[in-house]
Nanobody, 123 residues
Framework: QVQLAESGGGLVQAGGSLRLTCAASGRTFSSCAMGWFRQAPGKEREFVAAIDWNGGVTYYADSAKGRFTISRDNAKNTVYLQMNSLKPEDTAVYYC????????????????WGQGTRVTVSS
């Protein structure tokens, strides 16, 4: 089992930045690929970014490329999502997720999820 707790959400103006943090506990964090997803009001949850076990490979949705950066600190059991140049369409609840494998491929499943942190971007 992996327990995940997100933080860092809030209200920000368009063009601003936020850094989301996901603290993990339980199963060996360093053996898990990690991901960030989001769900906007009235929409399905969508993939945002993922990172493999040692941070060597990252993946981004087209909407996140060039603006968001996923990173991890295995010594702190933490994964981050730095979000810059935020847009109103980035408004959503952001979820951290963990795989029980070290790598990620498009469409990989994430068995473990946090409760989410809300991000609101005002225009």
């Amino acid at each position: 089992q992996v327990q995940l707790a997100e933080s860092g959400g809030g209200l920000v103006q368009a063009g601003g930045s936020l850094r989301l943090t996901c603290a993990a506990s339980g199963r060996t964090f360093s053996s898990c690929a990690m991901g960030w997803f989001r769900q906007a009001p009235g929409k399905e949850r969508e993939f945002v970014a993922a990172i493999d076990w040692n941070g060597g490979v990252t993946y981004y949705a087209d909407s996140a490329k060039g603006r968001f950066t996923i990173s991890r600190d295995n010594a702190k059991n933490t994964v981050y999502l730095q979000m810059n140049s935020l847009k109103p369409e980035d408004t959503a609840v952001y979820y951290c997720a963990a795989r029980n494998l070290p790598s990620y491929r498009t469409g990989s499943q994430f068995p473990y999820w946090g409760q989410g942190t809300r991000v609101t971007v005002s225009s």
